[in-house]
């Protein structure tokens, strides 16, 4: 069973940056897609960034894809996803999540089957 964990975040001031990192254990990423996802209060959940299980395909979306780096280290079974530049409206969770499907660069949120617990990302002054 495969167990996701993230960590990272934190409160930090308008235009800094932070790493966060996504550490699987239970099975070995390669065989999963992975996708970086927030959500702020009174929000759905959105997703952000996409990598594929051999971490060579990625997809960052438009309105962050400037600021935020996704990248997959398939030896250390660990996703970090790189917010820079961050904005007050980047607040919320951010979970990553994990698909069978090594090939998906997907949104749908019910396309993936395990998720991390989140960790808050809070963007003030």
């Known amino acids: 069973q495969l167990q996701l964990v993230e960590s990272g975040g934190g409160l930090v001031q308008p235009g800094e940056s932070l790493r966060l990192s996504c550490a699987a254990s239970?099975?070995?990423?390669?065989?999963?897609?992975i996708g970086w996802f927030r959500q702020a209060p009174g929000n759905e959940r959105e997703g952000i960034a996409y990598?594929?299980?051999?971490?060579?395909?990625?997809h960052v979306v438009d309105f962050v894809k400037y600021r935020f780096t996704i990248t997959k280290d398939n030896a250390k079974n660990i996703v970090f996803l790189q917010m820079n530049g961050l904005q007050s409206e980047d607040s919320g969770v951010y979970y990553c999540?994990?698909?069978?499907?090594?090939?998906?660069?997907?949104?749908?949120?019910?396309?993936?089957?395990?998720w991390g617990q989140g960790t808050q990302v809070t963007v003030s002054s």
């Open positions: 999540a994990a698909t069978p499907n090594p090939h998906a660069l997907i949104a749908s949120t019910d396309q993936y089957t395990y």
């Open positions: 239970g099975s070995t990423l390669d065989n999963y897609a």
């Open positions: 990598v594929s299980g051999s971490g060579r395909t990625s």
